[in-house]
Structures are given as structure tokens and as C-alpha cells.
């Protein structure tokens, strides 16, 4: 099967010290359409650094990055905004809505910076809405929300484009257990409709529970890469 994102020899090192060890290490990695990838380690290990190369918010040192065919190490700022806004879907522990805009409003931020017409973009936007079942908020404002709620909110708003990849960094971190686990449900429903995910979490019983595999770094490079047989439910 093809890789809809491949890693080769992919080095990343902050700042200029002769000495300074690499975020990651000649990490290589194929993560195949239609495919849930957990990124698990301790902290410092690189999960979201991989995440934010894969991203396009951040540069490699040495190495390349593919993605839906498209190297992307070598493009510039502007083009990599292109490829964001085209092929990727980001969602974050935090949330990263913006208060003084509605439900609404938020999800179409995206659809806005790519160019979408608003009427398009609003249809896409309460389509998106109604499946993750927050329709009744979308004249709400995000402090009005729960934690669950603003995350599909999120969700939504990474969604818009149609992205061929969905990034997710810790989105369960800033949430219950139920909440999250809720979260995850609606990120297995969005698998069995062809969507391809890459999870970091810090939680290997969700990891075990939700992704088809465990990608573990340790210190920069790939300790293990675990298929699961079986998702449970």
C-alpha cells in the first residue's frame, strides 16, 4: 500500500550549539491511507515535533517529509500555508478557538483562508455540526461550552477543508475521561469513513483501545512500531 505519509531519515535539531541533541533522530516512518497512528513517549521524546514537521509548522534539519505525494521539505512559506490549508486537519489539547467569534465563526475560519465561498462554507460548517452533534451551539460562543463541546468544535473546524490528514496533539489532555474517550469515538467514526489520523497521547490504554498502531519514541528515534491485530471497542 502506498504511503500517504513518509518520513526518511528526518532530523530535527533546535537552535545552533555544535552539541545540542536532536528533537528527532533519523527517524523514518510510512503511515498509510485510511490508517489511526498513535505517537506515544515520555515527554521530550518528539511526539510533537514529528507532529508539527508533518504539519508544515516546522522544518526539518536534515531528512525529507512526503505527504499525498507532495514533498514538503522544501517549500516556502507560502506554500506550505497552501498545503495546510488543502491536505491538513490540526487539533490541539487546548483547543485554539477564538472567544469573541461564535461556534460557527470558528469552524469557517478555515474554509475562509482557503478561498471557499461563505455560503459553501456555511453549509459544510452546519454539516459538520450536526455530525458531531453540536448544531444547537452554533450561535453559541466558546466560554458558554464544555470542554467536550469546544474540542468538536475544533474538530469541526479541522474538518472543513476535507483535509486527507487529521493531526491531533493531546486532544483528550484538557478533558474528563468521558469526554475523551467521547472525543475518540467520534475520531474511530471518522476512520471507518476512509479519514487517516495521527494521535499523539500520552495514554496507552486509549492508544490500545482506539488506534490500528503505536508508533513509540524514545529520546528522538522510534523505539517500537506496534501493529495492533484487532481494535477493541
Not at 517549500?75 to 490541539?92: D, N, P, Q, T, W
Not at 466560554?143 to 469541526?156: D, K, N
Request: aromatic share 4%; net charge neutral; proline share 4%.
Amino acid at each position: 500500500m502506498n504511503a500517504l505519509v513518509e518520513l526518511s531519515s528526518v532530523t530535527k535539531i533546535y537552535g545552533s550549539a555544535a552539541d545540542a541533541p536532536p528533537a528527532l533522530d533519523a527517524v523514518s516512518l510510512r503511515i498509510p491511507s485510511g490508517e489511526v497512528t498513535a505517537i506515544m513517549g515520555p515527554s521530550g521524546s518528539g511526539k510533537s515535533t514529528l507532529l508539527n514537521l508533518v504539519a508544515g509548522l516546522d522544518r526539518v534539519t536534515r531528512g525529507t517529509v512526503t505527504v499525498d505525494g507532495e514533498e514538503i521539505t522544501g517549500l516556502g512559506e507560502s506554500a506550505l500555508a497552501r498545503y495546510r490549508r488543502r491536505k491538513i486537519g490540526l487539533i490541539f489539547q487546548f483547543f485554539n478557538l477564538l472567544d469573541n467569534l461564535t461556534v460557527l465563526d470558528n469552524v469557517l475560519i478555515a474554509a475562509q483562508l482557503a478561498g471557499m465561498p461563505r455560503k459553501a462554507g456555511v453549509e459544510r460548517a452546519r454539516e459538520l455540526l450536526s455530525q458531531l452533534e453540536i448544531s444547537g451551539h452554533a450561535a453559541s460562543f466558546p466560554a458558554r461550552l464544555s470542554g467536550g463541546q469546544r474540542q468538536r468544535v475544533a474538530i469541526a473546524r479541522a474538518l472543513i477543508n476535507r483535509p486527507v490528514l487529521l493531526l491531533a496533539d493531546e486532544p483528550t489532555g484538557a478533558l474528563d475521561t468521558h469526554s475523551g474517550e467521547q472525543v475518540l469515538d467520534l475520531f474511530r467514526d471518522l476512520n471507518s469513513a476512509g479519514q487517516t489520523i495521527v494521535l499523539v497521547t500520552h495514554d496507552p490504554r486509549l492508544a490500545e483501545r482506539y488506534a490500528d498502531r503505536i508508533v513509540t519514541l524514545v529520546d528522538g528515534a522510534i523505539a517500537r512500531d506496534h501493529v495492533l491485530l484487532e481494535v477493541m471497542g
